[in-house]
């Protein structure tokens, strides 16, 4: 098979093979990785648990309703009179009769039955049937006013649901700094794997032309081996480059939800575009937009607020209720089996008077307010300069990038007058061969200038909070 036809089977399969693959920009891996990351739908998770959590608190300002019903079997009934009553020296009178009354003989036996009777109807008449008790009973708490810890307790949920809110952007910052590391890596590990392929092909062209001049006698086979020991390295170099490309690819996929072996051609037309303009760094906006700077802010609100709750744990409490209670047997109407029931309306106030924990623990919220904001003045200290270093950066990965082009440019006139030379006999093949090694190193060179800027980029704005 010729040269000819094969290219022509490569051509004819080359869009078999591309149909097969997955084109991805940076926009597209981003998007699949926020939809497909499990920390992401956490996060959603615990922002609707802080929303119910708010709200709940919110409708702690209004009137709580309850029902509560109960029923008890009790064994025995209550007796308001002992079945049994002891008379002293003149006997003992029962439920059931007169027992025992000795200094009565027949003269009083008429009168013994009689007090007999009636004790025996009262004792009967004063027991009260206990043994099935229904109670029911529905009410309604209202606060009236408890020391502000409605309030402060509402602002606390709020505050921890804006919290969440930051905590979920900053895990969405760190997933997409880290899926744009993955990406310009395997764009860098991409772009290196074709210079080694280049580089290869340069030394086996000039393999085959250095042992056609060992074959005319105007080289040496010492040159051979030179060339073939550089073109073993090349070989080397492309295999790893090669694997490398494969592993970089893998650890993008897991990031943005594919299969590891998922074959994926990533879009690498931004890489020479990467210049950013030299303007100056806002301060005062990169320090609110940083999500450290946000968190900082809530806690120092929730600490504020831990102040206000531990101050009125010693306020005053007034809280009113209104029931409405029914019960069988009834208490209204003399214990009678039936279900009967009474409204009662009611308010009552705590007064705090000696609580030493309660003013112990609100000196330690403040102090744990103030520990936060020092906290918040360290932060702020430390974005400023994050900020204004990684700006220094960009512009100084600006000028390798600019700096790295030239040197190609360089690099390619001196392969250029190096090919003429080894060509017309005034060079050695050892000298093309260092010209082509100067031509790799500074094309390599500037695809580590080009990634490096983008990394500067990517670091200038997680910086300056300009990340999403």
Same mark, same amino acid.
């Given at each position: 098979?010729?040269?000819?036809?094969?290219?022509?089977?490569?051509?004819?399969?080359?869009?078999?093979?591309?149909?097969?693959?997955?084109?991805?920009?940076?926009?597209?891996?981003?998007?699949?990785?926020?939809?497909?990351?499990?920390? #992401?739908?956490?996060?959603?998770?615990?922002?609707?648990?802080?929303? *119910?959590?708010?709200?709940?608190?919110?409708?702690?300002?209004?009137?709580?309703?309850?029902?509560?019903?109960?029923?008890?079997?009790?064994?025995?009934?209550?007796?308001?009179?002992?079945?049994? =009553?002891?008379?002293?020296?003149?006997?003992?009178?029962?439920?059931?009769?007169?027992?025992?009354?000795?200094?009565?003989?027949?003269?009083?036996?008429?009168?013994?039955?009689?007090?007999?009777?009636?004790?025996?109807?009262?004792?009967?008449?004063?027991?009260?049937?206990? #043994?099935?008790?229904?109670? &029911?009973?529905?009410?309604?708490? #209202?606060?009236?006013?408890?020391?502000?810890?409605?309030?402060?307790?509402?602002?606390?949920?709020?505050?921890?649901?804006?919290?969440?809110?930051?905590?979920?952007?900053?895990?969405?910052?760190?997933?997409?700094?880290?899926?744009?590391?993955?990406?310009?890596?395997?764009?860098?590990?991409?772009?290196?794997?074709?210079?080694?392929?280049? /580089? /290869?092909? =340069?030394?086996?062209?000039?393999?085959?032309?250095?042992?056609?001049?060992? +074959?005319?006698?105007? +080289?040496?086979? +010492?040159?051979?081996?030179?060339?073939?020991?550089?073109?073993?390295?090349?070989?080397?170099?492309?295999?790893?480059?090669?694997?490398?490309?494969?592993?970089?690819?893998?650890?993008?996929? #897991?990031?943005?939800?594919?299969?590891?072996?998922?074959?994926?051609?990533?879009?690498?037309?931004?890489? !020479?575009?990467?210049?950013?303009?030299?303007?100056?760094?806002?301060?005062?906006?990169?320090?609110?937009?940083?999500?450290?700077?946000?968190?900082?802010? &809530?806690?120092?609100?929730?600490?504020?607020?831990?102040?206000?709750?531990?101050?009125?744990?010693?306020?005053?409490?007034?809280?009113?209720?209104?029931? *409405?209670?029914?019960?069988?047997?009834?208490?209204?109407?003399?214990?009678?089996?039936?279900?009967?029931?009474?409204?009662?309306?009611?308010?009552?106030?705590?007064?705090?008077?000696?609580?030493?924990?309660?003013?112990?623990? /609100?000196?330690? &919220?403040?102090?744990?307010?103030?520990?936060?904001?020092?906290?918040?003045?360290?932060?702020?200290?430390?974005?400023?300069?994050? &900020?204004?270093?990684?700006?220094?950066?960009?512009?100084?990965?600006?000028? !390798?990038?600019?700096? +790295?082009?030239?040197?190609?440019?360089?690099?390619?006139?001196?392969?250029?007058?190096?090919?003429?030379? /080894?060509?017309?006999?005034?060079?050695?093949?050892?000298?093309?061969?260092?010209?082509?090694?100067?031509?790799?190193?500074?094309?390599?060179?500037?695809?580590?200038?080009?990634?490096?800027?983008?990394?500067?980029?990517?670091?200038?704005?997680?910086?300056?909070?300009?990340?999403?």
């Amino acid at each position: 098979m010729n040269s000819k036809s094969f290219g022509l089977i490569i051509a004819l399969c080359l869009p078999i093979m591309v149909w097969g693959q997955r084109k991805l920009t940076l926009n597209d891996c981003r998007g699949m990785a926020l939809q497909d990351n499990t920390q #992401q739908r956490i996060d959603q998770e615990n922002a609707e648990a802080a929303k *119910y959590v708010r709200q709940g608190a919110f409708a702690r300002f209004f009137p709580q309703f309850s029902a509560n019903g109960a029923y008890m079997y009790n064994t025995e009934n209550a007796h308001l009179i002992p079945k049994t =009553l002891d008379l002293g020296s003149l006997g003992t009178i029962s439920g059931s009769g007169l027992g025992n009354w000795e200094p009565i003989t027949t003269i009083g036996q008429g009168i013994n039955e009689g007090i007999g009777s009636i004790y025996q109807d009262l004792y009967r008449r004063l027991t009260l049937d206990f #043994q099935h008790v229904f109670v &029911a009973q529905v009410g309604v708490v #209202q606060p009236i006013y408890v020391g502000g810890k409605l309030i402060q307790f509402y602002r606390l949920t709020k505050y921890a649901e804006q919290l969440q809110k930051v905590k979920a952007g900053k895990n969405r910052g760190d997933l997409i700094v880290g899926v744009e590391e993955a990406y310009w890596r395997v764009i860098s590990v991409n772009e290196k794997r074709k210079l080694a392929e280049q /580089y /290869y092909n =340069l030394l086996n062209t000039l393999l085959t032309d250095v042992e056609s001049a060992v +074959a005319e006698g105007v +080289a040496t086979k +010492a040159d051979v081996l030179k060339v073939r020991v550089k073109l073993n390295e090349a070989e080397t170099s492309r295999s790893k480059a090669t694997d490398g490309l494969k592993l970089s690819k893998m650890a993008l996929c #897991q990031l943005i939800g594919l299969p590891l072996e998922e074959d994926i051609v990533l879009d690498d037309s931004g890489l !020479d575009n990467v210049v950013l303009e030299n303007d100056s760094v806002d301060i005062d906006q990169a320090v609110a937009r940083r999500e450290e700077m946000q968190m900082l802010e &809530a806690a120092h609100k929730m600490a504020r607020v831990g102040v206000h709750l531990a101050g009125s744990m010693l306020q005053p409490n007034i809280i009113a209720s209104a029931n *409405y209670i029914a019960t069988n047997p009834n208490l209204i109407d003399g214990f009678k089996n039936d279900m009967r029931g009474f409204f009662s309306v009611g308010v009552v106030v705590n007064v705090p008077i000696a609580h030493a924990g309660d003013i112990l623990n /609100y000196k330690a &919220a403040k102090h744990k307010a103030k520990t936060i904001e020092l906290k918040m003045q360290e932060a702020r200290e430390k974005i400023e300069l994050q &900020a204004t270093q990684s700006k220094h950066k960009v512009v100084e990965a600006n000028l !390798d990038l600019i700096r +790295a082009n030239n040197n190609i440019k360089h690099a390619d006139e001196n392969l250029r007058y190096a090919k003429e030379g /080894y060509e017309e006999g005034v060079i050695t093949a050892t000298e093309l061969m260092a010209a082509q090694t100067a031509w790799m190193s500074a094309r390599s060179q500037k695809i580590d200038a080009a990634i490096a800027l983008r990394m500067a980029e990517l670091t200038y704005k997680q910086h300056t909070g300009q990340l999403q």
